[in-house]
Protein backbone atom coordinates (compact mmCIF):
# COMPACT_ATOMS: atom_id res chain seq x y z
CA UNK A 1 0.00 0.00 0.00
CA UNK A 2 1.30 3.64 -0.87
CA UNK A 3 1.93 6.15 1.70
CA UNK A 4 -0.76 8.85 1.28
CA UNK A 5 -0.96 11.73 3.45
CA UNK A 6 -4.29 12.74 2.96
CA UNK A 7 -5.18 9.15 5.16
CA UNK A 8 -3.59 10.66 8.09
CA UNK A 9 -4.81 14.24 8.09
CA UNK A 10 -4.91 14.13 11.72
CA UNK A 11 -4.55 17.92 12.62
CA UNK A 12 -6.96 17.98 15.26
CA UNK A 13 -6.33 15.55 17.64
CA UNK A 14 -10.19 15.73 19.30
CA UNK A 15 -10.15 12.04 19.85
CA UNK A 16 -7.27 9.56 21.69
CA UNK A 17 -7.03 8.16 18.41
CA UNK A 18 -6.13 11.17 16.43
CA UNK A 19 -3.80 12.18 19.41
CA UNK A 20 -2.43 8.60 19.41
CA UNK A 21 -1.76 8.59 15.15
CA UNK A 22 -0.35 12.52 15.64
CA UNK A 23 2.48 11.31 18.53
CA UNK A 24 3.51 8.59 16.49
CA UNK A 25 4.01 10.34 13.36
CA UNK A 26 5.97 12.83 14.51
CA UNK A 27 8.20 10.10 16.63
CA UNK A 28 8.51 8.52 13.12
CA UNK A 29 9.46 12.09 11.54
CA UNK A 30 12.22 12.06 13.92
CA UNK A 31 14.00 9.29 12.92
CA UNK A 32 12.52 5.89 11.40
CA UNK A 33 11.68 3.33 14.12
CA UNK A 34 10.83 -0.34 14.82
CA UNK A 35 7.22 -1.29 15.55
CA UNK A 36 8.17 -2.14 18.59
CA UNK A 37 10.55 1.26 19.11
CA UNK A 38 7.38 3.17 18.82
CA UNK A 39 5.53 0.93 20.92
CA UNK A 40 7.40 1.22 23.99
CA UNK A 41 7.46 5.02 23.11
CA UNK A 42 3.52 5.36 22.92
CA UNK A 43 2.58 3.16 26.25
CA UNK A 44 5.70 5.07 28.07
CA UNK A 45 3.58 8.23 26.93
CA UNK A 46 0.61 6.79 28.41
CA UNK A 47 -1.45 5.54 25.24
CA UNK A 48 -3.59 2.66 26.19
CA UNK A 49 -2.34 -0.89 24.70
CA UNK A 50 -5.27 -1.12 22.62
CA UNK A 51 -5.40 1.91 21.10
CA UNK A 52 -1.63 1.81 19.90
CA UNK A 53 -2.09 -1.29 18.79
CA UNK A 54 -4.60 0.09 16.68
CA UNK A 55 -2.29 2.91 15.75
CA UNK A 56 0.50 0.80 14.96
CA UNK A 57 -1.70 -1.67 12.21
CA UNK A 58 -2.42 1.43 10.68
CA UNK A 59 0.45 2.72 10.41
CA UNK A 60 1.83 -0.53 9.33
CA UNK A 61 -0.86 -1.15 6.48
CA UNK A 62 0.14 2.57 5.30
CA UNK A 63 4.08 1.56 4.81
CA UNK A 64 4.92 3.97 7.78
CA UNK A 65 6.54 1.08 9.32
CA UNK A 66 8.73 -1.58 7.94
CA UNK A 67 10.69 -3.56 10.23
CA UNK A 68 12.32 -6.03 7.42
CA UNK A 69 13.62 -2.41 5.18
CA UNK A 70 14.76 -0.73 8.54
CA UNK A 71 16.55 -3.96 10.01
CA UNK A 72 18.09 -4.38 6.14
CA UNK A 73 19.45 -1.17 6.59
CA UNK A 74 20.92 -1.37 10.34
CA UNK A 75 22.73 -4.40 9.33
CA UNK A 76 24.29 -2.82 5.89
CA UNK A 77 24.94 0.40 7.75
CA UNK A 78 26.88 -1.67 10.54
CA UNK A 79 28.55 -4.24 8.68
CA UNK A 80 29.87 -0.57 6.34
CA UNK A 81 30.41 1.51 9.10
CA UNK A 82 33.99 2.38 10.71
CA UNK A 83 33.08 -0.23 12.98
CA UNK A 84 32.48 -2.55 11.14
CA UNK A 85 30.06 -4.58 13.05
CA UNK A 86 29.93 -8.86 12.15
CA UNK A 87 26.51 -10.49 12.15
CA UNK A 88 27.10 -11.84 15.95
CA UNK A 89 27.06 -7.71 17.18
CA UNK A 90 24.59 -6.85 14.53
CA UNK A 91 22.12 -9.69 15.72
CA UNK A 92 22.75 -8.37 19.21
CA UNK A 93 22.04 -4.92 18.13
CA UNK A 94 18.85 -5.80 16.06
CA UNK A 95 17.38 -7.79 19.16
CA UNK A 96 18.26 -4.93 21.47
CA UNK A 97 16.39 -2.83 19.36
CA UNK A 98 13.16 -5.21 19.80
CA UNK A 99 13.29 -6.67 15.81
CA UNK A 100 11.85 -10.24 16.50
CA UNK A 101 14.12 -13.31 15.72
CA UNK A 102 12.73 -13.57 12.17
CA UNK A 103 13.61 -10.03 11.11
CA UNK A 104 16.34 -10.28 12.10
CA UNK A 105 17.80 -13.78 10.50
CA UNK A 106 16.25 -12.56 7.34
CA UNK A 107 18.47 -8.80 7.67
CA UNK A 108 21.29 -11.08 8.57
CA UNK A 109 20.96 -13.20 5.71
CA UNK A 110 21.68 -10.24 3.05
CA UNK A 111 25.15 -10.21 5.62
CA UNK A 112 27.98 -12.03 3.08
CA UNK A 113 31.25 -13.52 4.60
CA UNK A 114 33.11 -11.25 2.11
CA UNK A 115 31.25 -8.16 3.82
CA UNK A 116 32.31 -9.80 7.62
CA UNK A 117 35.78 -10.00 6.23
CA UNK A 118 35.81 -6.89 4.94
CA UNK A 119 34.63 -5.32 7.99
CA UNK A 120 37.50 -7.05 10.48
CA UNK A 121 40.30 -6.14 8.26
CA UNK A 122 38.91 -2.54 8.65
CA UNK A 123 38.38 -2.39 12.36
CA UNK A 124 42.00 -4.35 12.21
CA UNK A 125 43.46 -1.23 10.15
CA UNK A 126 42.07 1.27 11.98
CA UNK A 127 43.18 -0.39 15.78
CA UNK A 128 46.90 -1.15 14.01
CA UNK A 129 47.19 2.98 12.86
CA UNK A 130 45.74 3.82 16.15
CA UNK A 131 48.44 1.91 18.34
CA UNK A 132 50.75 2.89 15.71
CA UNK A 133 50.16 6.83 17.01
CA UNK A 134 51.07 5.65 20.66
CA UNK A 135 54.54 6.76 22.61
CA UNK A 136 57.09 3.93 22.91
CA UNK A 137 56.94 2.45 26.67
CA UNK A 138 59.70 3.74 28.41
Known sequence: MEKNPADFDVRSADSPKNEALNYALRVLSASPKS???LKEKMLTKGFAESLTESV???LEAAGYINDQALAEGLVHRMASSRKGYGKRRAAFELKRRGFGPDTAERALEGLSPSQEEEAALSLARLVW???AKLPEPK
Request: aromatic share 0%; no cysteine; charged share 45%.
Open 129 to 131: EKS
Open 56 to 58: LGR
Open 35 to 37: RHQ
